[in-house]
């Protein structure tokens, strides 16, 4: 019965929205890693900062040398969909230059094993400035080599013109009290003039900052006119509950911490073992940070440049195969379901096992499974349970009549746990 149910929900939510799969930070080049875009200091919480706010966007990466590369970006604005907003002209978002602005501060590693250099880049800054709120897109190019494209950052900026409501709760039409959230939102346009809701406004919704099963559009039951829109009950906006985040901390490589069985040495690189992962047949509390990463070392002092990188080994106890290719999934990842993230299946142990080369720190993750459809969906031995603690945020676009472009006008984040 359970396994109908989900496949009565994922049709209804191929009806009633449709998936963004647009907003990705993606890495181009083997050389970058450790990829971080932050508004201020809020690494729990997605890239989003306020129009002519003091919290800046912080993007920062590290380059896998040594050498020093001239580093320039171009800054975009994009429509609620992410695709570029052609109808702008640079000078209608952005207040000094879009791109061509060099990446000046930077660091090389100490006493690592990794040799890298750091990179840190502000927005806003003396050179470029945001005059529009809405969906950026930053790609960074290296000019030593022919302005080759090293990475694309995606942040967005919100002009609070709208309020947003947000509430979360585990009484849903298709599953009461068990494996599912349902979520309920109302939009008020305040003085935004409103004409055709269909068309001026766009909405998106997010389970613990993850586009890759974002909900956008749904289709609202309530429609307030001249006032604003209301989401009850809304089938589209049921999510699966999930289970909490698995975790783990590498602070150094003399002993194991938290989360680490055991760390070794091979001669050239040195590996970390993550506690192996059981089934969870139920649920049961454990804090986590819903995907999100933080770089850090045992003393905390100078973790961007003082910080190794460490081979990182999971496994994942299951008595059989999924159907589907099963994936590592946390903010790090950017979403993206990609080999270097992929679990493969040990007939002989009934484990699942992946590596990856990580800087050393704080890491929440998830097992994701993708079906033979594309679509994200729960590791069955990981479970599904209403009492899961998120995080969902709710973004609201506006067209003003005539306008040129979607902007972000309303943004909402609630902690949810019962």
């Known amino acids: 019965m359970r396994v109908h149910l989900h496949l009565i929900l994922a049709a209804i939510l191929a009806l009633g929205a449709t998936t963004a799969t647009a907003q990705r930070h993606e890495i181009y080049n083997d050389r970058i890693a450790t990829l971080q875009v932050v508004a201020g200091d809020d690494w729990l919480s997605p890239p989003v900062t306020y129009l002519n706010s003091r919290t800046p966007i912080i993007i920062s990466f590290d380059d896998l040398t040594h050498e020093y590369s001239r580093f320039t970006y171009k800054v975009e604005h994009c429509e609620y969909d992410w695709s570029l907003s052609e109808g702008l002209f640079e000078s209608d978002y952005i207040e000094g230059f879009t791109e061509g602005n060099l990446i000046e501060d930077t660091e090389q590693s100490l006493n690592t094993n990794t040799l890298y250099t750091h990179y840190r880049l502000v927005i806003p800054n003396e050179h470029c400035q945001l005059k529009m709120s809405g969906n950026y897109r930053l790609t960074v190019f290296d000019d030593n080599n022919d302005e080759e494209p090293m990475f694309t950052a995606c942040f967005m900026v919100v002009d609070p013109k709208m309020e947003v409501g947000l509430q979360v709760t585990s009484n849903t039409d298709v599953d009461i009290n068990h494996s599912h959230q349902q979520v309920a939102m109302e939009v008020s346009y305040n003085n935004c003039r409103v004409i055709d809701p269909t068309s001026q406004v766009k909405t998106v919704v997010l389970q613990n900052s993850r586009w890759d099963n974002a909900v956008v559009n749904a289709e609202p039951q309530y429609t307030m006119m001249g006032k604003g829109l209301k989401w009850d009950h809304n089938r589209a906006l049921i999510f699966d509950a999930g289970n909490e985040y698995h975790k783990f901390e590498v602070l150094d490589t003399d002993h194991p911490t938290l989360g680490i069985d055991r760390i070794r040495w091979d001669g050239s690189v040195f590996h970390a073992f993550v506690v192996p992962d059981e089934p969870r047949p139920n649920y049961i509390y454990d804090e986590d940070a819903n995907g999100a990463f933080y770089i850090r070392n045992s003393d905390?002092?100078?973790?961007?440049?003082?910080?190794?990188?460490?081979?990182?080994?999971?496994?994942?106890?299951?008595?059989?195969?999924?159907?589907?290719?099963?994936?590592?999934?946390?903010?790090?990842?950017?979403?993206?379901?990609?080999?270097?993230?992929?679990?493969?299946?040990?007939?002989?142990?009934?484990?699942?096992?992946?590596?990856?080369?990580?800087?050393?720190?704080?890491y929440s993750y998830q097992y994701v499974l993708i079906d033979d459809n594309g679509r994200p969906t729960i590791m069955p031995t990981e479970g599904s349970y209403f009492q899961t603690e998120n995080q969902y945020q709710a973004l609201v676009y506006y067209r003003e009549p005539g306008g040129r472009t979607d902007q972000l006008v309303g943004y909402q984040q609630v902690h949810v746990k019962f």
Do not use: I
Request: hydrophobic letters at 30%; a negative charge; proline letters at 3%.
């Open 300 to 362: 905390n002092v100078e973790n961007n440049r003082l910080t190794d990188y460490v081979m990182v080994h999971f496994q994942l106890n299951s008595p059989y195969e999924a159907k589907g290719k099963l994936f590592v999934n946390g903010n790090w990842t950017y979403d993206q379901f990609l080999p270097q993230y992929q679990m493969e299946y040990d007939y002989d142990t009934h484990c699942y096992n992946g590596q990856m080369m990580l800087k050393m720190g704080y």
